[in-house]
């Protein structure tokens, strides 16, 4: 900032005197929510400089982090994608650590930053890329996985996979969303369903189509069973939505394979039996 009195780390005298009633208000009273809300709306509607409104929105979070749609207003006035990346870092790191919005954006932005600008579509990342958003899902998943509310983390690691992965992982990962007793459980299930049937998104869309890696969909789903523990209520309701999912699918893929005995889903679809994920 500038030379002169400052409020909050902004000068006064850059700033219109609305603003600068305001900053002195919540200076002397930090937890006055609604005269912060008067005070950023000013700065959302561009009534500061870049670096005035970050200062403001700092000190604001430092009083209220769990308001995490301010944590992407700050990572959106930065100049660069290691400062956007920066402040999600901070963010995820005191108490709004289990958010599941602020983690879904995080992984949003660190998805965007690592395709980089000249990428034409998701399947162009590099190697290294790659492994590196699946370590940021994996972090946000550790975080709150089995938050009711997490669905939103899984159907984004799941749309990762489906452009990236190959179908042993994507088949692994179906696994560990249907041991979540979650809000999109039900989401997790009908995706799944139009995956191995094909009937939405075919198994031809990914990367890897060959029939080995059909069958390995199927194997993957029945091969390592979700481990059941009677600990808590909610594990039994995760057990009960496996075994149900699993006999949707199978029940229903026995149909198709009835139907028409040269769909390249049907092995998958086999492999998929009432006990291929309980």
Known sequence: GGGGAQILGVSLCKVQPEVAQLLSAVAAEPRAFDTWMGLLA??????????????????????????????????????SASGQIAVYERAVAGPASACIDLWVQFCDVFVAVSRGPDLRGEDAMADDKVEACRGQFERALNACAWDWRAGAIWERYLDFEEAHGEVVTLANLFRRALAVPMEGLLGVRTRLRSLVLGDAFPLSLLPVVDNASVQAMGLALA???????????????????????????GGEAAMAADAQSTRPLVKAAEATSSNALC
């Open 42 to 79: 000013l700065a959302d509607g561009g009534g500061l400089q870049a670096e005035d409104a970050q200062a403001i929105y700092i000190r604001f979070l430092s009083e209220f982090p769990l308001c995490w749609g301010y944590w992407k207003r700050l990572a959106e006035l930065q100049p």
């Open 223 to 249: 091969a390592a069973p979700v481990a059941v523990s009677a600990q808590t209520e909610a594990e039994t309701t995760a057990s009960s939505a496996v075994a149900e999912s699993a006999a949707m699918v």
